[in-house]
């Protein structure tokens, strides 16, 4: 992208006396298409750019301040309201860096038309399903996001993203009851998104997922054995133990697994990875948001914490090196340390086989939403598709089913872990920020959880 003439200067201005400093620019053309119902709710476009200003001071305190307005007067007033001093020099010969996650089918490229298609498609196909459903809603976004990255290192870094997205959200009724299923998918990909998910499949998914919970009954509550398939995606990992292994909460002590570098802490077949640099997924990049090259980071290795995800912030003030996981929402954010593409490596274990090691208990198809506590690792989530399981056979399904417990206990009793591997897909949030990550995990077996759901009298 064009930056503006004399950014050199600002930038000079901004680094002098300063830790670090950056310049972070961006620009970003959205799409959207809403259909609810059988119409069209909303086709919008936008446009948005600007800058983020970040000034690191010796004793670790970030100054930042952001703008929409690129001219380099203003810039240089920002500067000097975030503490900046005279230079004594500028910074020239800045050393140039840039890349693109390669895309297929831009979709840019492809007609408006044609994605109102997609999403009265998909609509059509989950309304023809059955009568039982009363409401379809599908989404299609897409995001071409460009971004310069000036830093006081004399590096000037840019890279070009393109997010897409789609999303069907269906709800059944039966005798006044509720049921919904939601599929969505995505990422750092073009519309070759569709060969290999096509829409009419995504809302076909969503629609079977709120037609199967009409006919379960309310799951049983108590204390089972539980299988994760690998289709409920790594939503446990995410939630449960990454955001205690980001560099701002373990190593200010405000998580679990603070001052354990070094032990053990998870079942010896567990190994955790964040893995920004995957190519197509949600999470990924080529640089992180303050200009860091991606890095594939092993977090638990064999049950061992190997590592934390650090910023460039809490890498200077813990004497670590900064692992390309500073993320930012937006220009309008300054980053910090976040998750990308996190996932528990797959294992020695056939997924028919923990299957069958299970003679009663429950398995988990998909996950929903939840709660967790970084600081003690406990957490509560939704089942949004589960199955008795009986005889070490899929049994009947069930609705209703929460899984509570505590992240770290959970990793150290996992006693089978499956060779498969599913993600899923979502939109972080940590700090009033939003970015795009994935996540995903094998088949586990969990010998013993709460389940929460119907407890009978007597039990």
Do not use: W
Request: proline share 6%.
């Amino acid at each position: 992208m064009n930056l503006p003439s004399g950014i050199e200067k600002v930038l000079a201005a901004l680094s002098a006396g300063a830790l670090f400093a950056d310049l972070y620019f961006e620009r970003t053309q959205t799409l959207r298409v809403v259909l609810d119902g059988e119409r069209l709710e909303e086709i919008s476009a936008g446009e948005d750019s600007g800058v983020g200003l970040r000034r690191i001071t010796p004793d670790f305190h970030t100054a930042f301040a952001f703008t929409t307005d690129l001219s380099s007067e203003v810039l240089l007033e920002l500067s000097r309201r975030l503490g900046a001093k005279e230079p004594l020099g500028e910074i020239s010969a800045l050393k140039k860096k840039s890349a693109s996650l390669p895309v297929r089918v831009p979709p840019e490229g492809v007609a408006l038309s044609e994605k109102i298609a997609l999403v009265k498609r998909a609509a059509e196909v989950a309304r023809g399903l059955s009568p039982e459903i009363r409401q379809v809603r599908v989404v299609y976004q897409e995001l071409l996001k460009d971004m310069a990255i000036l830093t006081s290192e004399g590096e000037h870094l840019s890279e070009t993203r393109t997010y897409t997205l789609f999303a069907v959200q269906v709800v059944a009724e039966r005798e006044g009851i509720l049921q919904q299923g939601y599929e969505p998918v995505g990422g750092t990909v073009g519309l070759e998104l569709f060969e290999e998910d096509p829409p009419e499949e995504v809302a076909r998914r969503a629609a079977e997922r709120a037609l199967l919970m009409l006919s379960a009954r309310r799951a049983p509550g108590g204390r089972m054995p539980v299988v994760l398939s690998s289709s409920a995606g790594g939503t446990m990992i995410h939630e449960a133990v990454g955001h205690g292994l980001e560099a701002d909460h373990a190593e200010e002590g405000f998580s679990v697994y603070a001052g354990r570098l070094g032990e053990q802490v998870a079942s010896p077949l567990i190994t955790v990875i964040d893995d920004p640099t995957l190519p197509g997924k949600r999470g990924s990049y080529a640089f992180d948001d303050e200009g860091v090259s991606a890095e594939r980071v092993v977090l638990i290795e064999k049950g061992i914490l190997k590592n934390f995800l650090y910023d460039r912030v809490t890498a200077f003030k813990f004497g670590k090196k900064p692992n390309g996981h500073g993320r930012r929402e937006s220009y309008r954010h300054r980053p910090i340390p976040r998750m990308a593409n996190t996932y528990i490596a797959p294992g020695p274990h056939d997924p028919e086989e923990i299957l069958r090691s299970v003679d009663r208990g429950l398995l988990v198809k998909k996950m929903g939403g939840g709660e967790v506590n970084p600081v003690t690792g406990d957490f509560v989530f939704e089942v949004t598709e589960g199955y008795l399981i009986e005889g070490g056979e899929v049994g009947e399904p069930v609705r209703g089913a929460t899984l509570s417990g505590n992240g770290p206990e959970v990793l150290r009793i996992i006693d089978m872990v499956g060779r498969d591997l599913g993600f899923g897909i979502g939109t972080c949030g940590k700090d009033g920020q939003g970015v795009p990550v994935s996540d995903a995990q094998p088949t586990l077996r969990i010998p013993e959880m709460v389940v929460g759901g119907e407890v009978k009298e007597g039990s």
